[in-house]
């Protein structure tokens, strides 16, 4: 943009209420004088809105909203941007059963699917039971995923934050109560994964935002 | 979805250049740092940064959001566009309805909408700068368009006023009969008995009906004068359209009910 141009075309009023209430801090008589002599074409303007502003700022205390009166005025005010069009419906994202399920669903094997993804099996098992933390996985990592998948990114970050889930195809005797591991971070499993390559490892610690 | 680390270094720029300096805006450093922070979070992790309070860690502010809601529409991140847009939402809504409150409950709600949409008209507008305001003074810009709404709104606000009021409450002149009656008659200020205006309150201001509490906040926090021999100046008496002698009654009634207020408090 050009600055001299830009600041030498005829000021529109909204432009000039931008400024003057950037320049100006607080409304006061002194810098409305100033600028009324400035940009004289807005005076009423300029005057009806300083006086406006004056009461805004000087707005007495009122009995703050309930949460649900706030809440549903922002769901009031969302329904209305998305109307009008500034905001953008987003569908729910599908719940997916699993991320070894449906990509073997689509034909594809784990193998494969962890070769796609530039992860090793056992890593791309952990995220599939859900045995990672979602908070420390890399969303170049989901958006891979969901890519090899077909499936937006939104729908396996939800599945990712879901809670931790057995192995498929294990049983118990019926005398043990089975248990989870616990969680552990994306770069923790990274580091403990033999079957990673270097060149791998130090990728997704890079990703994660650790050196390799 | 987290995003690669060079586009999370490199801030899209401000552009808009102010008149009055010659200067491009600038974003304050505080809130560069922390959209750098915010920017490659995993998408749970920014709505709970965006849901956060200002005493909490890691803490967004209003001008981060608005740079980071462009920036998830310029990527087609809109799930992420409507979570971050929610939480800004939600800040504003009690704000905005505190400000608007005297318009009221006739006009509130769509006061209220009005300042929204257009909060999101500017926020969204790729086609311009106009929207870089929202990410140097963001509360600054909420205010001047409640102004704006407010101003827009002025005329109706006051019509319903004045059905419901008399003319002398909501700022027309006295008729003959009314001054003859004592309607709204307000004695001359009692010498020695001027309020102390550093001690008045929120509450005190509060208890004043309109036209009284406007003129009193121009009068004595603005500096408006009464009137002016300087023609073009703007006046309290010639911003309401009523004769200096009605706005000094104003204010003696005004001054007086903040005295008694006063003195209640005592």
Do not use: I
């Given at each position: 943009m050009n600055r001299n141009n830009d600041t030498m075309r005829p000021a529109p009023l909204e432009e000039v209420l931008d400024e003057y209430v950037m320049a100006v801090g607080q409304p006061n008589h002194p810098a409305l004088v100033e600028w009324v002599a400035r940009y004289p074409q807005y005076e009423d303007e300029l005057t009806r809105f300083t006086v406006e502003w004056a009461r805004v700022d000087h707005a007495p205390d009122v009995p703050a909203e309930s949460q649900a009166q706030i809440e549903a005025a922002v769901q009031r005010h969302m329904a209305m941007l998305r109307e009008r069009g500034l905001l953008y419906s987003v569908e729910r994202a599908p719940e997916l059963a699993g991320l070894v399920e449906v990509a073997e669903a689509k034909g594809l094997t784990k193998k494969q699917l962890a070769e796609q993804t530039g992860l090793s099996v056992p890593l791309l098992t952990r995220l599939d039971r859900r045995l990672i933390r979602y908070a420390s996985i890399p969303g170049e990592v989901v958006s891979r995923v969901a890519a090899a998948l077909g499936s937006q990114a939104g729908a396996v970050a939800l599945y990712l934050q879901g809670g931790p889930r057995f192995a498929q195809a294990v049983s118990y005797k019926a005398d043990e109560a089975p248990t989870l591991p616990e969680q552990q971070d994306f770069a923790e499993a990274v580091r403990d994964?033999?079957?990673?390559?270097p060149e791998q490892r130090a990728e997704l610690l890079g990703l994660a935002g650790e050196q390799g | 979805v987290q995003h690669d680390t060079e586009q999370a270094t490199q801030l899209a720029p401000l552009t808009h250049v102010a008149r009055s300096t010659g200067q491009v805006y600038k974003r304050e450093p505080e809130v560069e740092r922390q959209i750098h922070d915010a920017i490659s979070l995993p998408p749970s992790q920014l709505a709970g940064r965006a849901a956060a309070r200002e005493d909490q860690p890691g803490y967004l502010s209003a001008e981060a959001l608005a740079y980071l809601i462009r920036h998830f529409r310029r990527e087609g991140d809109e799930r992420t566009v409507n979570d971050l847009s929610g939480a800004l939402v939600r800040r504003c809504e009690s704000y905005v309805a505190r400000k608007l409150y005297h318009v009221g409950t006739a006009l509130l709600e769509e006061c209220r909408d009005q300042v929204v949409f257009r909060l999101f008209e500017r926020l969204l507008d790729?086609?311009?700068?106009?929207?870089d305001f929202l990410q140097v003074r963001f509360w600054a810009f909420l205010n001047r368009l409640v102004a704006d709404v407010v101003s827009a709104y002025a005329g109706l606000r006051d019509q319903i006023a004045s059905s419901v009021s008399p003319a002398w409450v909501h700022g027309g002149e006295l008729s003959e009969g009314e001054r003859e009656e004592g309607v709204g008659y307000v004695p001359e200020p009692v010498s020695g008995d001027k309020v102390d205006t550093a001690l008045l309150v929120q509450e005190a201001l509060a208890m004043l009906e309109e036209p009284h509490r406007m003129v009193f906040v121009l009068r004595?926090?603005?500096?408006?004068?009464?009137?002016?021999?300087?023609?073009g100046e703007p006046t309290i008496s010639g911003y309401f359209g009523v004769t200096s002698r009605t706005v000094r009654n104003w204010l003696t009634t005004a001054e007086k009910r903040l005295a008694e207020w006063r003195e209640e408090r005592i």
């Open positions: 994964d033999a079957a990673l390559t | 790729f086609e311009s700068d106009r929207g004595h926090y603005q500096g408006w004068p009464v009137e002016s021999k300087h023609p």
